[in-house]
Structures are given as structure tokens and as C-alpha cells.
């Protein structure tokens, strides 16, 4: 099993920044990618970025130019980092890995979330 924890999320005004962390743990053999995505309330969860473990990155185009996916690969580690928040960006962010446990097992595991309002 692998367990992840995001950090970082709470109340910002529009324009503000905000840095998204998110750790992975547990039994893992290799991760392939990570990922942020976030689901407002009435709508469907949707991706905001991904990162592979070769660095490459993905980006919706609603945050492209504003958000910056990173990650630490030697401590399994993603981080979001959000500026020129806007009051659309408010959602429930979710941190996801596709990581595999075993040379030949592998899955998709999801974080709790953690709640970012973009208000004044």
C-alpha cells in the first residue's frame, strides 16, 4: 500500500500564493508519476498537473503559466506551487501517484485532500 498526505492548502485572497506539498510512503517500489488534481463543489474531480519521473509536466489549460509542479524524487515527494490565485482556483486539491509496489504490481493511490479558498 502506499499512503499519501497533502499539506499547505488554506484561505488566500485573490492574487495570493499558495504551495501545495504532498509525501508518499508505504511500500513503494518505483513511482511512474504524480499529480494534483482538484474538484470544486457540484463539479467533477479534474486534473491540474502532472510530473513523471523524468520530470516531464502536464498542465490544465486554466492554470498554465500561474501553477508550478515540482518534485523531489529521493524523498517522494510533489509540490504545487500557486500564484495569481483567483476565486475559480477554490477547490479541494488531491494529491495522486502512479506508483508501482513491486516489479510487476502497480496502482493508482489518492491523498485525503486538502481544502484551498481563493477569497477576500
Known amino acids: 500500500q502506499v499512503q499519501l498526505v497533502e499539506s499547505g492548502g488554506g484561505l488566500v485572497q485573490p492574487g495570493g500564493s499558495l504551495r501545495l506539498s504532498c509525501a508518499a510512503s508505504?511500500?513503494?517500489?518505483?513511482?511512474?508519476?504524480m499529480g494534483w488534481y482538484r474538484q470544486a463543489p457540484g463539479a467533477e474531480r479534474e486534473l491540474v498537473a502532472t510530473?513523471?519521473?523524468?520530470?516531464?509536466?502536464n498542465y490544465d489549460d486554466a492554470v498554465k503559466g500561474r501553477f508550478t509542479i515540482s518534485r523531489d524524487n529521493a524523498k517522494n515527494m510533489v509540490y504545487l506551487e500557486m500564484n495569481s490565485l483567483k476565486p475559480e482556483d477554490t477547490a479541494v486539491y488531491y494529491c495522486?501517484?502512479?506508483?508501482?509496489?513491486?516489479?510487476?504490481?502497480?496502482?493508482?493511490?489518492w491523498g485525503p485532500g486538502t481544502q484551498v479558498t481563493v477569497s477576500s
Open positions: 495522486n501517484t502512479y506508483a508501482y509496489t513491486s516489479t510487476t504490481r502497480w496502482d493508482v493511490w
Open positions: 508505504g511500500s513503494i517500489f518505483r513511482i511512474v508519476a
Open positions: 510530473v513523471n519521473a523524468g520530470g516531464a509536466t
